[in-house]
C-alpha cells in the first residue's frame, strides 16, 4: 500500500558519466509520468507512459535523455553523458484517470 | 499550448490568518482539470485540492477552497485559518483531459509566521 518510490534520494555523478534514475509506481496505476524540478526552468514534464501505448516523449530535452517502462510497472530514466544544466530534482508520479500521486524525487548534482 | 501563471513569487501571512493564492491560465480546450499542489521542504508534491472544469461549484477541503472563475481563466486558492505546517511552495497546475501531463505555473513560496 505504500506510495510511489524514487531511487536513489540523491545522486552525484561526474559531468559526462551516465545516470539512471528509478521509479516504483503505485501498484495497478497504468499512468506513469516524469518530470524535472530546476531552479531556471520551474517543474516541466518530460515523459508520460500510459498502459501499452507508445510514450510520449515530448518533454525530452534532448537525446540524452530516455526513459523505459518494463512490464507496465517500474520505469527507469536514463541520462547519457551528464551535463551541468541537467542538475535538477527528478519527479515520478503515477496515476488513474484525473489524478497523480508524486514521489519523493531524485535530486541529481552533476559536478 | 496551456500555460499557467502564478504571478505571487512569494507571500506571507501571520498563523489563522487567512491567505489566497492566484492562478490564472491559457487553454482553447473546454474540458480540463486544475490542481493545487503543494510542496513542503520535504520534496514531497502533495494534492491540495481539484476541480474539474465542467463543474461550476467552487471545490473546498477542509481550511482549503477555490474561487474557480472559467470565464477568466482565473482559479484562486484560498486557505483558512493558516497554520504553520501550511509553510511550503504551493504550485497550481492544468491537465487537459484525463491521464494527461501536468502543466504547471512557477510557484507561491507561502510562509506562515507564528
Known amino acids: 500500500g505504500a506510495g510511489v518510490s524514487q531511487s536513489p534520494s540523491n545522486k552525484v555523478t561526474e559531468k559526462g558519466k551516465d545516470v539512471e534514475l528509478r521509479c516504483d509506481p503505485i501498484?495497478?496505476?497504468?499512468?506513469l509520468y516524469w518530470y524535472r524540478q530546476s531552479l531556471g526552468q520551474g517543474l516541466e514534464f518530460l515523459i508520460y507512459?500510459?498502459?501499452?501505448?507508445?510514450?510520449?516523449k515530448s518533454g525530452l530535452p534532448s537525446d540524452r535523455f530516455s526513459a523505459e517502462r518494463t512490464g507496465g510497472s517500474v520505469s527507469t530514466l536514463t541520462i547519457q553523458r551528464t551535463q551541468q544544466e541537467d542538475s535538477a530534482v527528478y519527479l515520478c508520479a503515477s496515476g488513474e484517470r484525473d489524478e497523480q500521486f508524486f514521489g519523493p524525487g531524485t535530486r541529481l548534482t552533476v559536478l | 499550448a496551456q500555460t499557467v501563471t502564478q504571478s505571487q513569487p512569494e507571500m506571507s501571512v501571520q498563523e489563522a490568518e487567512t491567505v489566497t493564492l492566484s492562478c490564472t491560465y491559457d487553454?482553447?480546450?473546454?474540458?480540463?482539470?486544475l490542481f493545487w499542489y503543494k510542496q513542503p521542504p520535504s520534496r514531497q508534491m502533495i494534492l491540495v485540492i481539484r476541480?474539474?472544469?465542467?463543474?461550476?461549484q467552487n471545490a473546498t477541503e477542509n481550511r482549503f477552497s477555490v474561487n474557480f472563475q472559467k470565464a477568466a481563466k482565473s482559479f484562486s486558492l484560498k486557505i483558512s485559518d493558516s497554520q504553520l505546517g501550511d509553510t511550503a511552495m504551493y504550485f497550481c497546475a492544468f491537465q487537459w483531459g484525463r491521464a494527461q501531463k501536468l502543466v504547471f505555473g512557477q510557484g507561491t513560496r507561502l510562509t506562515i509566521n507564528p
Open positions: 501498484s495497478g496505476h497504468t499512468a
Open positions: 507512459f500510459q498502459g501499452n501505448s507508445a510514450p510520449d
Open positions: 487553454t482553447s480546450e473546454s474540458n480540463y482539470y
Open positions: 476541480q474539474e472544469a465542467y463543474k461550476q
